[in-house]
């Protein structure tokens, strides 16, 4: 595989996977849905406040410098959104909006209107909205084809840009879509991201857009190109991969990437042709980590599919052209290349280079934490019993016990991380009365075993 493909699959994930929504209070909560065998992330202490990250996200670095606070932000997006509605045949799509099955009604077009009914309809001139969304959509292609979810994908990002717009936004950026005129495009990724710019761009030009909007396309594949040009090691990166093995096993089996992962992400040889999970397995020729003592930052992700906050602050330091200030003081612009079109309209003035506030809109890329809030609702509302649990037993929690340990204690000698995560759900969510947290159990309390333990 050559180095610009796996940048390429990087990108695409790292505007990818989550969950979240709208006007709940945020609470940690885990939780296991059996109809998608996904896990509900929880605010632990390996996330930040809800975040996909070890930090604050790009767009809270955007907010610091041109809306003069990290807090000057309001989340509408939705981890593991989706455009709009697009799966399901053509002619016949259903009413999915999200990556997960069981989350539904939160994919970018639905947040827009989320926000307009919040806003009674208008939008704020004077602030600027920020829509990154679009890599989930690749999960469509298996329904639709590369084409028809290239197509519906980039309707939905320009009714989302029409919605905001016609409601009175003047300046919306899309940070990872750029302009690209090559021809006969057969992919996905490009075919979406061409069409993308085409339409937007086509409609703000017409004379059904009202007057001096910006609609500014940030370039991010470009930041990616500048790493691949000067080396990793240029951007304070020891390593391309990722930092922890799962996000979507919230403080169960958390480890170094460096540690062996092959048995939950196994490396065949289509992966290493096409590209795939197989580049972040220890499988892979691809993952070369230098060695166990790293630290988050050290890595370009920080999981599987998010960036980690250095990436983050990079990625707002590119979009910007210049230095941020942040937490830990300056952080300096290492991109030595073209400024994108975001950061020369806000140099030559074409935008302004201060607003009132920023809103954001799309998936876990962007996500500050509404995910969280959305899904620690759906885990408290789901029955609090098992009712399928069946053949069960007893067990007298033992001092220095763990779920995760007992779990493991009372499974099969060869049983791997992803399978005892499963049985730690399973007896969460067969002992909800006694066990109120999955992390805090106590010595002498006696729980139920299911039968998958024994």
């Known amino acids: 595989m050559k180095k610009n493909s796996i940048f390429t699959l990087i990108l695409t994930l790292l505007f990818s996977l989550s969950i979240a929504s709208t006007g709940l209070a945020a609470q940690p909560a885990e ?49 593991g959104a989706f455009s709009g ?57 298996a329904d639709l084809g590369d084409e028809r979810a290239a197509e519906l994908s980039s309707d939905a990002a320009l009714t989302m840009t029409k919605n905001l717009v016609e409601a009175g936004a003047k300046t919306v950026l899309l940070p990872n879509r750029f302009k690209d005129e090559r021809a006969d495009l057969t992919s996905f990724e490009d075919m979406r991201n061409q069409q993308v710019v085409d339409k937007i761009n086509t409609y703000v030009a017409s004379d059904d857009a009202p007057q001096d909007v910006h609609v500014l396309f940030g370039n991010l594949p470009q930041l990616n190109a500048d790493i691949e040009e000067q080396g990793f090691e240029a951007y304070g990166y020891k390593s391309m991969g990722f930092y922890l093995i799962s996000d979507w096993v919230p403080a169960y089996g958390y480890a170094l990437a460096s540690e062996d992962n092959s048995d939950q992400f196994p490396t065949t040889e289509q992966q290493e042709t096409h590209g795939g999970y197989g580049i972040y397995s220890t499988d892979s020729k691809y993952y070369t980590p230098e060695t166990a003592d790293l630290e988050p930052n050290d890595f370009y992700l920080y999981d599987e599919y998010h960036p980690s906050n250095r990436t983050h602050k990079h990625f707002a330091a590119y979009l910007l052209n210049k230095d941020i200030e942040t937490e830990d003081g300056t952080f300096k612009k290492i991109y030595n290349g073209e400024a994108n079109p975001f950061a020369n309209a806000l140099a030559d003035g074409t935008i302004p280079s201060e607003y009132t506030t920023i809103y954001t809109f799309g998936d876990s890329s962007i996500d500050s934490g509404r995910g969280l809030e959305v899904t620690t609702a759906l885990v408290n509302n789901r029955t609090k019993t098992n009712d399928n649990v069946t053949d069960e037993s007893s067990y007298v929690i033992q001092p220095g016990d763990t779920l995760w340990s007992i779990a493991k204690r009372h499974s099969e000698e060869n049983v791997t991380n992803a399978q005892i995560a499963a049985i730690v759900q399973e007896i969460f969510q067969a002992n909800q009365s006694i066990v109120r947290n999955p992390h805090t159990i106590y010595p002498n309390q006696t729980i139920t075993l299911p039968s998958s333990t024994h």
């Open 31 to 79: 939780g296991f849905d059996p109809d998608d065998g996904m896990y509900v992330k929880a605010e632990t202490e390996h996330y930040y406040k809800g975040r996909y990250s070890n930090g604050r996200i790009f767009a809270e670095y955007l907010a610091k410098e041109l809306a003069g606070d990290y807090d000057n932000l309001t989340n509408y997006a939705v981890g």
């Open 85 to 141: 509605v697009l799966t399901g045949k053509e002619g016949a799509e259903d009413e999915r909006s999200n990556w997960s099955t069981w989350l539904t009604g939160w994919g970018g077009v639905q947040q827009t209107d989320t926000f307009l009914k919040e806003h009674d309809g208008k939008a704020d001139p004077k602030a600027l909205y920020i829509i990154s969304v679009g890599g989930n959509d690749a999960y469509t292609v």
